[in-house]
Each structure stands twice: as C-alpha cells, then as structure tokens.
Antibody, heavy 121, light 108 residues
Framework: EVQLLESGGALAQPGGSLRLSCTTS????????MNWVRQAPGKGLEWVSG????????YTAGSVKGRFTISRDNSKNTLYLQMNGLRAEDTAVYYC??????????????WGQGTLVTVSS | SYVLTQPPSVSVAPGQTATVTCGGN??????VHWYQQRPGQAPMLVVY???VRPSGIPDRFSGSNSGDTATLTVTRVEAGDEADYYC???????????FGGGTKLTVL
C-alpha cells in the first residue's frame, strides 16, 4: 500500500523559512515523479512543484519560483520542500502527491494527508 | 498561462445525475483528470485521461472531453458524493500543472 506522510508544517514569520518532508513507503520511490500541491484555507488546489525520479528534472510554479526548492533523497524515500522568503499568501495545507509514472500523463494517483503551514507575525 | 474554468457549485437530488464541467481553450486536445475532495480529507483521483476510472472508483463516475469542455458525470448520486471536484491538466507551454477552481457538489 502506498503511504505518503508529510511533516514539518508550522507557524513561521513572514520572510522566514521552513522545510517540509514527505516520507514514503509501499512503492519504489526512486522511479516516480513526486510533487507538492497546496491548498489555502477555504480555497482550491494549487500545484507547487514536481521532481523526477532521479531528481534531475524539476518543475516549479511561477508563484513560488526563486523562493521554494523541491528535492528528494532516494536513499531515504523522502521528498522535501525548502521554503524561503515565506509570505502570508503561502499559508496553506501542503500535500505530497505521487505521479503514477516517471513518464506519461501528469496527474496524481496518491496523496498524503497534508501538513499545515501558517505564515504570520 | 492556461486556465480551467469550473462552476462554483452544482446541486442535485439523491439518485439523480450530476454534471460538472471544466472549460478551457481546446481542452479536448489535452488529457483531463478529475479529483474528489471530501470535507477535511485529501483529494482522491476519480477519473484520469479524460475517461478512465482508477481501481475502486464506482462506475457511477464517468468523464468525457471534447472541444472546449471536459465533463465529469456522476449518476445515481449518493449523499457520500457530496464533495469538491477539481479538474486538472498539464500545460505544456509552461511545464506546469493547472487545476480548475473546483466545484462544490451538494446533494439536496
């Protein structure tokens, strides 16, 4: 069974930093593209970033480009999101989501339960 | 950037058919994927590649895509289908995932 467990969400100051983690099990982590998707309170889904299985290719939404960095450690089956220069509008639940293959159509067949990031002074 | 437009809400009586639309410029040329998000829960994939249901999704859920509109249809609607539904595509021009704004399905 695929399991995705996010952690690292917290209250952060504007301009501050946080690192989110997503620990995984139940599948061969290194062969799948992984992603972060966020949802602001009461709002819709917003894709944040994706990274290929090898880590060699990344994609990032314009709203966070230059501030957020996605990475992965295939030896630990773990996905990360380094968030710098946090803003109030980054307040959201952050979900880890798995793409069904490293190639083919881009969608998400498994999701974690999410971790809450709150940016406020 | 590419935009997907969904109606904010759809209401239907139990046992009836709900239709959720997702509009986008020539969206019929893209693969559209649909997610269900019940209150307080993570999203769940209910249709991918326009019309394919993942294992475990009831055949009451179906999808279609043509022209400028993709559609998620839920037949014989049940109380448990009450949720937010999101469509999603991959935008090749910006190498990014695009979600629609979401549609709240209310079962009367």
């Amino acid at each position: 069974e695929v399991q995705l467990l996010e952690s690292g969400g917290a209250l952060a100051q504007p301009g501050g930093s946080l690192r989110l983690s997503c620990t995984t099990s139940g599948f061969t982590f290194s062969t799948y593209t992984m992603n972060w998707v966020r949802q602001a309170p009461g709002k819709g889904l917003e894709w944040v970033s994706g990274i290929s299985g090898s880590g060699g290719t990344t994609y990032t939404a314009g709203s966070v480009k230059g501030r957020f960095t996605i990475s992965r450690d295939n030896s630990k089956n773990t996905l990360y999101l380094q968030m710098n220069g946090l803003r109030a509008e980054d307040t959201a639940v952050y979900y880890c989501a798995k793409k069904p293959s490293n190639t083919g159509e881009y969608y998400f067949d498994s999701w974690g339960q999410g971790t809450l990031v709150t940016v406020s002074s | 950037s590419y935009v997907l437009t969904q109606p904010p809400s759809v209401s239907v009586a139990p046992g009836q058919t709900a239709t959720v639309t997702c509009g986008g410029n020539n969206v019929g040329r893209k693969s559209v994927h649909w997610y269900q998000q019940r209150p307080g829960q993570a999203p769940m994939l209910v249709v991918y590649d326009d019309s394919v249901r993942p294992s475990g999704i009831p055949d009451r859920f179906s999808g279609s895509n043509s022209g400028d509109t993709a559609t998620l249809t839920v037949t014989r609607v049940e109380a448990g289908d009450e949720a937010d539904y999101y469509c999603q595509v991959w935008d090749t021009s910006t190498n990014s995932v695009v979600f629609g704004g979401g549609t709240k399905l209310t079962v009367l």
